[in-house]
């Protein structure tokens, strides 16, 4: 069965602090996606990783890819109010074109 | 910029009744996808469309969800009749393949569906 398992679900933050999410998967794929959510609102994408050591940054926010553990993780540097959301992991289903996701990481940044 | 449109963006209803969303993917994307979240939840993919033709609909609950693509561009989602497990946000997303077989997909906003 394709998993796609991500911890922590609920992460309550202060601001300026850092933190990372992580994200395992069972599948084979060297490719990885991060999306964003927030409330009542669609997915944004973030950052697509496409091989093995991967690590892409946007503002505070780094992600990186290890496929050899199968293993994303997205550093949280230095948080503010603004980047409370959802946050998913999702990796290409190897037999179809769709994206299996995680459960999301619902991120609370508080003053 | 480009962006996937979905309608209606809320919809209520009674169980038993029909209702039907609608998907238009960003031009020239030939995969379109339907996918269904529930609160709390990751998406889950309902089906798959490749230019007009379903490529996955494993998941589509077939005995009361159809979805088509008649023209390979904009989709239709129905279900009936409704239940009450189908509450949920439904999101429709497009993509295009890129080089190495890069599957990004782009989000519409997605109708949120009661059903009373």
């Known amino acids: 069965e394709l998993k796609v398992e991500q911890n922590p679900l609920f992460l309550s933050m202060q601001e300026g602090k850092n933190y990372t999410i992580y994200c395992n998967y069972s599948?084979?794929?060297?490719?990885l996606y991060w999306y964003r959510q927030d409330p009542g609102k669609s997915l944004e994408s973030l950052f697509v990783l496409l091989s093995n050591g991967a690590v892409k940054q946007e503002g505070r926010l780094m992600a990186s890819l290890d496929t050899k553990a199968r293993l994303s993780t997205l550093h949280i540097t230095a948080a503010v109010h603004d980047l409370s959301a959802t946050y998913f992991c999702?990796?290409?289903?190897?037999?179809?074109?769709?994206?299996?996701f995680g459960k999301g990481t619902k991120l609370s940044v508080k003053p | 910029e480009a962006e996937v449109a979905q309608s209606p963006r809320y919809k209520i209803t009674e169980k038993s009744q029909a209702v039907a969303f609608w998907c238009d993917p960003i031009s020239g994307h030939a995969t379109l996808y339907w996918y269904r979240q529930i609160l709390g939840q990751g998406p889950e993919l309902l089906v798959q469309?490749?230019?007009?033709?379903?490529?996955?609909d494993s998941q589509l609950p077939k005995d009361r969800f159809s979805a088509e693509r008649l023209k390979g561009v904009d989709s239709t989602l129905k279900i009936q009749p409704a239940e009450l497990g189908d509450s949920a946000m439904y999101l429709c997303?497009?993509?295009?393949?890129?080089?190495?077989?890069?599957?990004?997909?782009?989000f519409g906003p997605g109708t949120r569906l009661t059903v009373l």
């Open positions: 997303a497009s993509s295009l393949e890129l080089a190495g077989g890069v599957n990004e997909q782009f």
């Open positions: 469309f490749q230019d007009e033709s379903v490529v996955d």
């Open positions: 599948t084979t794929s060297d490719r």
């Open positions: 999702a990796v290409d289903n190897p037999s179809q074109g769709n994206l299996i």
